[in-house]
Nanobody
């Protein structure tokens, strides 16, 4: 069984920073693409950023230049460094990983940007 466990969410003021982490555990041989998605109240879940096992990244236009995705393959962990946060970044952030072409999701971590 595979589990993804996120950490690092919380309350931050506009312009502040947070770093999210997501560690995969269980029976894992290799992880291909990992990513972060988010869902704001009343909205659909949307892509934030993805990263392949080789380090290629993809970002939503709304977060380019402010959020940075990275991963540590040895630790089966993906990170999301979030800088210059805006109130519209408020959402539940979900970690995603493709393992043997099967998508797995974390439980989500709340990020609230408010003064």
């Amino acid at each position: 069984q595979v589990q993804l466990v996120e950490s690092g969410g919380g309350l931050v003021q506009p312009g502040g920073s947070l770093r999210l982490s997501c560690a995969a555990s269980g029976t894992i041989f290799s992880i291909s693409t990992m990513g972060w998605y988010r869902q704001a109240p009343g909205k659909q879940r949307e892509l934030v950023a993805t990263i392949t096992s080789g380090g290629s990244t993809n970002y939503a236009d709304s977060v380019k230049g402010r959020l940075t995705i990275s991963r540590d393959n040895a630790k089966n962990t993906v990170y999301l460094q979030m800088n210059s946060l805006k109130p519209e970044d408020t959402a539940v952030y979900y970690c995603n990983a493709y393992i043997w072409a099967v998508p797995y999701w974390g439980q989500g971590t709340q990020v609230t940007v408010s003064s």
